[in-house]
């Protein structure tokens, strides 16, 4: 093949199966299992291992899965001493990298990374995968504090991921509610099929990298606008547009202007992103469950879906999940710069089960390129050149 297609839209890179989307009628799969099963009945700790396993764990593989994250909750203080040292004023995506990274010198784990063959060990996989999933939430939320000048709040060894993640956050219990929603928010956000994080995770597992290695390259990947942060410019759109009576001037104003209207559109999706529906459906709930009334975000996110569904839906334009998750988030008290790093935890999943998936049959990634450059040609000494 020697057609050249701009960001390799539309060419297979790899084989995978992992997870599949169905673009046309709007469903997201898992291992086969539907994404609005998933959200409704399952947790993320049992997600991350149907990723990973490829089917839905029993009670003991679940128990033993979920008691060895909980025992990795906790850093080395040296980690702690290394993010004190970055400037507060950083962003959060740049501190993850780093923290990754760090963690492959604090736990190294680069044995099995030699041949292709010997990558296939499952403890290995099963020991890596513990380390990097346990300890990513535990970054994002140890940074929270200490960019503010404060230590960091230690993690709770009997609380779930999602639990913990918040209640190293504020040093509290979550509501029930409330860690339901992030649980929710985690397991949406852990896999969807080959994008461009998932795709540097490949081409960076393909080389035998360690794991660090991998997913600080994804954080990366992540951490530029074109593909994480979305849901922060959501938040910012809404809290500009202000009131629901406002929506149809300002939408008005920016499609005359061609301007984004961010958390609409996918490249995938020609329908609502089936993640967006159950993240609506938790947002309904809050006020219902508190007894109170949608805030004026929510009451102005879902003006503007309607004022934009509208106007845009015959195009195949509709709201996706990057629409409700930053809404929710706010609602968690998480600070906007916050989100994306919240997405790298989660998506951690999917990387990793990823990294897996191509270490089974690993060949390392070596795309070709059409080159339009000069043709061969003299080298002029100095001396003779002109111009």
């Known amino acids: 093949m020697s057609e050249y297609l701009p960001g390799l839209e539309g060419v297979p890179a790899t084989q995978s199966n992992i997870s599949d989307v169905d673009g046309e009628r709007g469903i997201l799969s898992y291992r086969g299992y539907p994404i609005e099963d998933l959200a409704e009945r399952s947790t993320f700790e049992e997600t991350t291992l149907l990723l990973l396993d ?6 003991q593989r679940l128990e033993e899965f979920t008691q060895e994250l909980r025992q990795n909750y906790r850093v080395k203080y040296n980690i702690r001493t290394l993010m004190t040292a970055l400037p507060s004023t950083g962003s959060p995506m740049e501190m993850l990298q780093a923290g990754v990274s760090a963690l492959g010198m604090f736990y190294p784990g680069n044995e099995c990374l030699t041949d292709s063959d010997s990558c296939t ?17 535990a970054l994002v939320a140890m940074w929270e504090h200490i960019r ?8 709770r060894p009997d609380l779930p991921i999602a639990d913990n993640l918040l209640y190293m956050f504020y040093g509290e219990e979550p ?19 080959t994008n461009a994080s998932t795709f540097a995770t490949l081409v960076t597992a393909s080389t035998l990298a360690s794991p660090y290695a991998v997913i600080s390259g994804a954080v990366g990947t992540l951490s530029g606008p074109l593909h994480g942060g979305a849901n922060e410019r959501v938040v910012e759109m809404l809290r500009e547009i202000g009131r629901p009576e406002n929506v149809k001037t300002w939408l008005d104003k920016q499609l005359d202007r061609k301007q984004i209207i961010w958390g609409f559109g996918h490249r995938v999706y020609k329908v609502k992103d089936p993640r967006a529906k159950i993240l609506q459906k938790l947002m309904e709930r809050l006020p219902a469950e508190r007894g109170g009334q949608l805030s004026p975000l929510f009451e102005t996110a879902i003006a503007l879906e309607e004022a934009a569904t509208e106007r ?21 008290g998480i600070p906007i710069d916050q989100f994306t790093p919240l997405f790298a935890v989660s998506r951690s999943a999917g990387w990793l089960a ?5 270490l089974s049959d690993n060949r390392i990634f070596r795309p070709t390129q059409v080159y339009v450059g000069e043709p061969l040609r003299r080298y002029v000494p100095l001396r003779e050149r002109t111009s």
């Open 54 to 59: 490829g089917e839905l764990p029993t009670a």
């Open 148 to 155: 503010n000048g404060y230590d960091p709040i230690p993690p």
């Open 354 to 358: 990823h990294w897996h998936e191509q």
């Open 312 to 332: 845009l839906g015959h195009k195949g334009i509709y709201a996706n999940v990057d629409f409700y998750s930053g809404i929710l988030y706010m609602e968690l």
């Open 175 to 193: 509501d029930p509610l409330l860690a339901k929603i992030m649980d929710t928010c985690l397991i949406l956000h852990a896999e969807h099929t």
């Open 121 to 137: 060990d499952r403890d290995y996989v099963d020991n890596m995968t513990v380390k990097i999933i346990a300890r990513m939430p």
